[in-house]
């Protein structure tokens, strides 16, 4: 039996960037005594509870020179607030170590570094769950790395047409959109109303701890247990998920949880989604307790790669209103700001959402001249 079971699959997506083609090769087993430097050594060790480990390295796209300050970085993408279950890897702390992660890309806990920006990602993560090609392919689609995203980055107005995003991509345009398994990008979004990301990233800690399937470590980290299934959400009852600090959302993500369990309504297929017209993409993720139209877009945008989904939040209204529209934040509907997004932003405007997020929220916007 799979050890991990939400490992989705990377379907056809019409409104998604184009996809690089590259051979899939088998990665090299690691053993933690011949590790050759920190990361690798210690990412071994914090694994070992879910067996021996290998090493993928996963190249990226290699940017036009023209594009080139905008290849992948990974500092970035995993800390704008996409996905809540990465961490810091201690033993990168180290001056003259590459930056680490650790976390868990879909159903594969991994440590995952990058030396600089455009160069390839490296992933630590188990080998004995799965055939090491299909978690290869499995990371790859995670992290995005065959997705081209120069088409995707010429589709935005110039910088003549508008130099906010123009200034947002100076140091945010390396952001590449993960792609996260539908059911936990759901529970993660309903899970953020009113909520900053540090509060989002200790409730994901908290539902992965309390909802293991197995005897605590000591050793493991609390953000290294899977993501609980919905029907274990469901089984175990409303009050068990306010004990994870989940307020008022307890009782939304608890009846979720109830009826993708139940498959009434099941969540729907990569395939489905990329079919549908965005509207009745949004109405059918709306169905779900405690989605409305900002969180359907989320996860419309970082499970299904939807990049033409524009969700506006407070942050968004602000920036956009402040920015473009020119309206006081409460004057600027967020019907008005999606439509005004797609005319200005184009088929893609889903990632300059996320960019100029990102950009303002971290307070670079102020920074950046």
């Keep these: 039996m799979h050890r991990y079971p939400h490992r989705h699959a990377n379907a056809g997506r019409p409104h998604a960037p184009v996809t690089i083609q590259r051979s899939v090769s ?3 087993p690691l053993h933690p005594s011949t590790a050759g430097d920190p990361i690798a050594r210690t990412a071994a060790e914090t694994l070992s509870p879910f067996g021996p480990v290998a090493c993928a390295e996963l190249p990226v796209e290699v940017m036009p020179a023209d ?3 905008f290849a992948y970085d990974l500092a970035i993408t995993l800390e704008s607030g996409q996905s809540f279950c990465w961490r810091r890897f201690p ?5 003259g170590l590459p930056q ?7 159903d594969i806990p991994c440590v995952v570094s990058q030396t600089a920006p455009g160069e390839q990602l490296r992933v630590i993560f188990p080998s004995g769950a799965a055939p090491i090609e299909s978690s290869v392919a499995a990371l790859r689609t995670y992290f995005q790395t065959d997705t081209a995203y120069t088409p995707l980055l010429r589709t935005f107005p110039s910088a003549a047409k508008d130099p906010h995003l123009a200034r947002a991509m ?10 996260q398994p539908a059911w936990e990008a759901t529970a993660s979004f309903i899970c953020s109303a009113q909520k900053q990301i540090l509060q989002i990233m200790q409730i994901n800690a908290a539902l992965r701890r309390s909802y293991a399937d197995r005897e605590s470590d000591s050793a493991r980290l609390d953000h290294l247990w899977p993501f609980p299934h919905p029907d274990a959400l469901a089984a175990q009852g409303e009050e068990a998920l306010r004990l994870c600090k989940l307020g008022f959302r307890a009782r939304h993500l608890f009846r979720t949880a109830g009826q993708i369990a139940a498959g009434d ?34 996860i419309l945008l ?7 989904a524009f969700p506006v939040d407070v942050w968004i209204q602000r920036i956009l209103s402040n920015l473009y529209i020119r309206r006081k934040a409460d004057a600027a509907s ?3 700001i999606r439509a005004f997004a797609t005319r200005h932003f184009g088929p893609h405007a889903g990632v300059a959402q996320q960019i100029l997020f990102h950009w303002y929220r971290t307070g670079q916007a102020h920074a950046s001249g």
Excluded: N
Excluded at 91 to 95: E, N
């Design 26 to 28: 088998a990665a090299p």
């Design 67 to 69: 594009l080139a300050p």
């Design 91 to 95: 033993a990168a702390a180290q001056p």
């Design 100 to 106: 680490a992660w650790i976390g868990w890309a879909g």
């Design 170 to 179: 100076r140091t945010c345009g390396g952001m590449r959109i993960l792609r």
């Design 265 to 298: 309504p099941a969540l729907p297929s990569p395939d489905a989604i990329m079919e549908l017209p965005l509207p009745a993409a949004v109405e059918s993720l709306t169905r779900f307790h405690g989605v409305g139209e900002k969180v359907a877009s989320c």
């Design 302 to 308: 970082f499970a299904y790669q939807r990049t033409d």
């Design 334 to 336: 967020p019907e008005y």
